[in-house]
């Protein structure tokens, strides 16, 4: 099959490029608003971007209230999305008013961050706290979606014990949940190791 993406003229019921760049990890981004009220939300376009310094980036396609939140205040938090919290993961994934609490709708409960005033999810299992660095316009080819990409700067790591062995985050058994095409969430099965060349 072949299609261009301008006409996206791909004849399936879906796109299917979101299932083809997969699986993606889960940015399980929390913020503060001017008020103090918390807001927690799923972004499926999420990566580390880079190190030294540390750069996450997560980018949407409407102006939501995660990126409204983080461009005030400066600051948020990606809160590792794992296997286990799939249910509450996708529960904030809602469209709800900016006053309603994500974690309390979720059933979730909020953990204090050391160097930020935004919210960790207590029951994730690591978590970095991010400073605002800016956001970047990405490129509109449909003049109603407006694609944004929110960087920040990872300015403190937690780490749940019980995943760190012989030195070694063991990322398998944190069980990451993954963002594949469509409905569907991906988890990893297992790890091939290679030495680079």
């Not at 083809?20 to 971007?49: E, H, M």
């Not at 930020?116 to 490129?139: D, M, N, Q, S």
């Not at 019980?162 to 398998?172: A, E, F, H």
Request: net charge negative; glycine share 6%; with cysteine.
């Amino acid at each position: 099959m072949y299609y261009e993406t301008a006409t996206n003229n791909h004849g399936l019921p879906h796109d299917p490029l979101k299932a083809l760049v997969a699986p993606r990890p889960i940015g399980w981004i929390s913020s503060l608003d001017t008020k103090g009220r918390p807001n927690l939300a799923p972004y499926s376009f999420f990566n580390l971007l880079s190190v030294n310094p540390s750069i996450v980036g997560f980018s949407s396609g409407t102006l939501k209230d995660s990126q409204r939140n983080i461009e005030v205040t400066g600051e948020f938090v990606c809160n590792f999305a794992s296997v286990d919290l799939i249910d509450s993961i996708n529960t904030t994934s809602k469209t709800v008013a900016s006053d309603v609490n994500e974690f309390e709708l979720a059933g979730l409960h909020e953990a204090k961050s050391r160097i930020i005033k935004a919210p960790r999810v207590l029951e994730a299992r690591a978590h970095l706290e991010c400073e605002y660095v800016k956001t970047v316009e990405l490129p509109n080819d449909e003049n109603d979606i407006i694609w944004s990409l929110v960087l920040g700067r990872v300015v403190a790591v937690h780490i749940d014990d019980d995943y760190i062995k012989d030195g070694l985050v063991d990322t398998l058994a944190m069980e990451p949940l993954t963002r594949m095409g469509y409905m569907d969430y991906g988890v990893l099965g297992s790890i091939e190791t290679r030495q680079r060349p």
